[in-house]
Nanobody, 125 residues
Framework: QVQLVESGGGSVQAGGCLKLTCTVSGPAHFSYYMAWFRQAPGKQREGVASITGVDQTRYTGPVKGRFAISKDTAKTTMYMEMNSLQPEDTAMYYC???????????????????WGQGTQVTVSS
């Protein structure tokens, strides 16, 4: 059973930055595709970024050029650096893992098998 635990969320002003961390444990954890999702109140969960076992990365449109996903296999940890944060980035952020290539290619929540509990990011104007 893969377990994911997020941390690093908080409250910042517009233009600020945060770095989220997802600690991974369980069997063959980094053989999975991994991704970050977010869900704002009243909205559907949406993909943000994804990464493969060989560090290929993808981003969705709203965060391209501002967010950076990475992982440290030795520390069994995935990160997301978020820069130039805007109020519309306010959401609960979740890390996820799964064996479906579509988790990486399309960053769809339906393709994730394992989820963390989430960490809140709030950006004020």
């Amino acid at each position: 059973q893969v377990q994911l635990v997020e941390s690093g969320g908080g409250s910042v002003q517009a233009g600020g930055c945060l770095k989220l961390t997802c600690t991974v444990s369980g069997p063959a954890h980094f053989s999975y595709y991994m991704a970050w999702f977010r869900q704002a109140p009243g909205k559907q969960r949406e993909g943000v970024a994804s990464i493969t076992g060989v560090d290929q990365t993808r981003y969705t449109g709203p965060v391209k050029g501002r967010f950076a996903i990475s992982k440290d296999t030795a520390k069994t940890t995935m990160y997301m650096e978020m820069n130039s944060l805007q109020p519309e980035d306010t959401a609960m952020y979740y890390c996820a893992a799964g064996s479906s290539p579509d988790l990486y290619e399309r960053i769809l929540p339906t393709e994730a098998r394992y989820w963390g509990q989430g960490t809140q990011v709030t950006v004020s104007s």
